[in-house]
């Protein structure tokens, strides 16, 4: 008896997030409908067959045309029934990398944000940012996590 598995019914959905610090220490956030207007550090959905890192680099171009070159995984965040995602019903692995684009200056959002903004990494309490997003940028101040160039 085969069993029909619905879109993020049955497992939680695997996903990726990208912290792009540019030269003047200003991290890129997008801001979309689908976080309920809230800026958000910039992601998406891994899919099968690509590494995490190449959903990363997929996702990253995909969603502000930014070409990543290096990357190494931050923290795990999960999200489980996000109020303040636009379905609350879902239930998602983020796994969140630092991350360094070939270039900063060339960011151009898809049709799934309306606007970005780099800020600094001091006034993300100040800022309209989703909680998940204000926590793994908390965790580049961990003094564990030694930082690459």
Wanted: negative net charge.
């Amino acid at each position: 008896m085969s069993m029909m598995r619905l879109k993020g019914e049955e497992y939680p959905e695997p996903g990726v997030a990208g912290i792009i610090i540019n030269e003047d220490n200003l991290v890129l956030l997008t801001q979309s409908q689908k976080w309920h207007d809230k800026f958000a550090l910039p992601g998406g959905h891994m899919r099968k067959g690509e590494s995490m890192f190449q959903s990363l680099q997929r996702e990253m171009k995909e969603e502000t045309n930014l070409d990543i070159v290096s990357g190494d995984l931050l923290c795990v965040e999960e999200l489980m029934y996000p109020e303040e995602y636009y379905d609350s019903g879902r239930h998602f692995i983020i796994f969140i990398f630092r991350c360094r684009p070939k270039a900063y200056n060339q960011v151009r959002l898809n049709d799934e944000a309306y606007g970005y903004q780099w800020l600094p990494l001091a006034d993300i309490d100040k800022f309209p940012l989703t909680e998940w997003s204000k926590k793994a940028i908390r965790r580049l101040n961990d003094p564990a996590i030694a930082h690459f160039e």
